[in-house]
T-cell receptor, first 115, second 116 residues
Framework: GQQVMQIPQYQHVQEGEDFTTYCNSS?????IQWYKQRPGGHPVFLIQ?????EVKKQKRLTFQFGEAKKNSSLHITATQTTDVGTYFC???????????????FGQGTILTVHP | GAVVSQHPSRVICKSGTSVKIECRSL??????MFWYRQFPKQSLMLMAT?????????EQGVEKDKFLINHASLTLSTLTVTSAHPEDSSFYIC????????????FGPGTRLTVL
């Protein structure tokens, strides 16, 4: 079945360092989405990428969608303690050509930022 | 916009009792709602897809008689954990997809269930 793999599982950085998490799908995706879940909280939608090779920025966050639409990355420049949390990528679940809106989530990357 | 509420946020119950969790889309209509289960430091595990006015679609391995889902309106879906046991203790999160919207899901704040 479809798999969405995300690495690394954990990342510990010093405040001010950069951070990147990578997402790879076993199938081509129509779009990819990124969510952030703060400790004790719920996933919050960050962004959706649709086009091959697309790059979007949100302040210190840069999101990329691969040319083959099977991989994506999230890069945070100069991390801050407020960036702490788990970052998930997700792609539409491919179920016989129809997803019914379901998403397949990556395992998530848990980011810890040391002040 | 796109706010989803979930109630209760936390519940502790005795083994054998049933617990109902409500998921509401507050400022939009949701044709489809999803119920997830999440264990500590793990990803979201989809349990079922709830469509307004029809039966829920359960993922493989999820017992439909144990996790009853009702989607009575375009703004409300409920998950009832029947005859709860300690192994059902978990963080349950719902999400909603907007009417005619993209695949983007908006998540509720989650319900922490502890079964004693």
């Amino acid at each position: 079945g479809q798999q969405v793999m995300q690495i690394p599982q954990y990342q510990h950085v010093q405040e001010g360092e950069d951070f990147t998490t990578y997402c790879n799908s076993s199938t081509t995706l129509s779009n990819i989405q990124w969510y952030k879940q703060r400790p004790g909280g719920h996933p919050v939608f960050l962004i959706q990428l649709v086009k091959s090779g697309e790059v979007k920025k949100q302040k210190r966050l840069t999101f990329q969608f691969g040319e083959a639409k099977k991989n994506s990355s999230l890069h945070i420049t100069a991390t801050q303690t407020t960036d702490v949390g788990t970052y998930f990528c997700a792609g539409p679940t491919n179920a016989g050509g129809t997803s019914y809106g379901k998403l397949t989530f990556g395992q998530g990357t848990i980011l810890t930022v040391h002040p | 916009g796109a706010v989803v509420s979930q109630h209760p946020s936390r519940v502790i119950c005795k083994s054998g009792t049933s617990v109902k969790i409500e998921c509401r889309s507050l400022d939009f209509q949701a044709t489809t709602m999803f119920w997830y289960r999440q264990f500590p430091k793990q990803s979201l595990m989809l349990m079922a897809t709830s469509n307004e006015g029809s039966k829920a679609t359960y993922e493989q391995g999820v017992e439909k008689d144990k996790f009853l889902i009702n989607h009575a309106s375009l703004t409300l879906s409920t998950l009832t954990v029947t005859s709860a046991h300690p192994e059902d203790s978990s963080f349950y999160i719902c999400s909603a997809r907007t009417l005619g919207g993209t695949d983007t899901q908006y998540f509720g704040p989650g319900t922490r269930l502890t079964v004693l």
